[in-house]
């Protein structure tokens, strides 16, 4: 009888035992299951996505390193033009294609040209706040044709604030309702500000910027250009 009692006893127990593992490892997966992988939007990058792939060239500035001196500016195919060689000269980093460099260019030329179809003053507005990096460099050797706008835009100077402005009249390029200018003489004392009386949708924004302006200090303005 003893026997008997000892052997289920140990049953019992093996039984709980095995219960328990079945449970805790049910725990487990439904923990998982409840606490998701981070998305992959989340802020925290995940270092299985880094690469060491170069960032793509930028027009604006020449490299400060080493680059391919310009006898070595041959394409993979085909030939370079004499301006396309000019606009690469000095430009090109030493292991970099000099094909994706002009790339950068053509394409600084492309967004020039779609914009001035559309509407001439954006694209001045576009080159005033500097939008359209390395446009004046691609423009003067890639895409001539866009020299007016780089003209008109280097009369400009874009929102914010513009140390001894010239004398004159400058109109924003810009439709916001919002814009606000003001002239100030050496001592910091405003000699003229504006819009005169609130502006409505539509309203050509102007400003008048007297004779021995210091600082002339806009708002929300976008570009300005002599009028």
Do not use: H
């Amino acid at each position: 009888m003893y026997r008997r009692s000892a052997a289920a006893a140990v049953l019992l127990a093996a039984a709980l035992t095995l219960t328990a593992c079945s449970s805790g490892g049910d725990g487990k997966a439904e923990a998982s299951a409840a606490s998701p992988k981070p998305p992959a939007a989340s802020s925290a990058p995940d270092p299985a996505d880094a690469t060491d792939a170069p960032a793509p060239a930028s027009p604006d500035a020449k490299p400060t390193g080493a680059v391919l001196p310009d006898a070595q500016l041959v394409p993979k195919t085909g030939s370079f033009t004499a301006p396309q060689k000019q606009y690469l000269s000095g430009r090109v980093p030493e292991k970099m294609d000099p094909a994706a460099v002009l790339q950068s260019g053509q394409e600084a030329c492309q967004r020039v040209e779609r914009t001035a179809k559309r509407d001439k003053d954006a694209a001045v507005g576009a080159l005033v706040a500097g939008e359209i990096p390395g446009a004046k460099d691609a423009i003067t050797f890639l895409c001539p044709e866009q020299k007016p706008v780089l003209d008109a835009a280097a009369k400009g100077f874009p929102d914010g604030t513009k140390e001894s402005p010239a004398a004159g009249t400058y109109r924003a390029l810009t439709q916001s309702t919002t814009c606000t200018w003001e002239a100030k003489g050496k001592d910091g004392a405003a000699l003229a500000s504006g819009p005169e009386t609130p502006l409505k949708p539509g309203d050509k924004i102007t400003a008048k910027i007297p004779a021995g302006t210091a600082q002339f200090v806009s708002n929300g303005c976008y570009a300005w250009i002599p009028a």
